[in-house]
């Protein structure tokens, strides 16, 4: 079976441009995580989708990240304007609701210039 | 809020030397603690599922227990395969779904 599959997998964008990040969760899953890891702040959660509806956003940064599950099978991660400090690696998970065994991408790893 | 710290942050073993890592945590109501490893430039993968005090589970040289506050992962003769970063995480009670809090990590380094 595929696993959770993320693109880019490698991003290197300009100050101010519109970042867009795209995941496929594992078929028969029902809830999507989006997670931001730095060096500094290790694997902080940002959103996450349980049946396509957001749950919890609290963690997104500000108004310059979105998130969008249109269906059960395709969700993405906006940034808009990006900004130097959005450079880190982002990962996709997903799991069948109410477990916490998750199952992560490869991630997207972002660069800001 | 829930927190959860571990240690060390990193460790450096000898192949065949035992040792364990910490990962302390903070939260309303434990609904499972969870362990991950990750190696570079990948993502987590799923090790562990802990639910309550004095539960033990086992995976090759691998074994992680639970208390009310803490929970270690013990590692019996390692090998240089061992070596990646170990994640610790809680998923409370309260929340609405099945949000998890991530400790930093550990990065285990076993030399052959």
């Known amino acids: 079976d595929a696993g959770v599959i993320q693109s880019p997998r490698h991003e290197v964008t300009e100050m101010g441009q519109e970042v867009t990040l795209r995941c496929k969760p594992i078929s028969g899953h029902n809830s999507l995580f989006w997670y931001r890891q730095t060096m500094m702040r290790g694997l902080e959660l940002l959103i996450y989708f349980n049946n396509n509806v957001p749950i919890d956003d609290s963690g997104m940064p500000e108004d310059r990240f979105s998130a969008k599950m249109p269906n059960a099978s395709f969700s993405t991660l906006k940034i808009q304007p990006s900004e130097p400090r959005d450079s880190a690696v982002y990962f996709c998970?997903?799991?069948?609701?109410?477990?916490?065994?998750?199952?992560f991408g490869e991630g997207s790893r972002l660069t800001v210039l | 809020e829930d927190q959860v710290t571990q240690s060390p942050e990193a460790l450096r073993l000898q192949e065949g030397e035992s040792s364990s890592l910490n990962c302390s945590y903070t939260?309303?109501?434990?609904?499972?603690l969870f362990w991950y490893r990750q190696d570079p430039g990948k993502g987590p993968e799923f090790l562990f599922t802990l639910y309550s005090a004095g539960e033990e589970k086992e995976k090759e040289r691998l074994k992680a227990t639970l208390t009310k506050k803490e929970s270690f992962l013990h590692i019996t003769a390692p090998k240089p395969e061992d070596s990646a970063t170990y994640l610790c995480?809680?998923?409370?009670?309260?929340?609405?779904?099945?949000?998890?809090?991530f400790g930093g990590g550990t990065r285990l380094m076993v030399k052959p």
């Open positions: 939260v309303s109501g434990l609904r499972g």
């Open positions: 998970a997903s799991s069948r609701i109410h477990t916490g065994e998750l199952f």
């Open positions: 995480a809680v998923q409370a009670s309260g929340n609405a779904g099945n949000m998890l809090t």
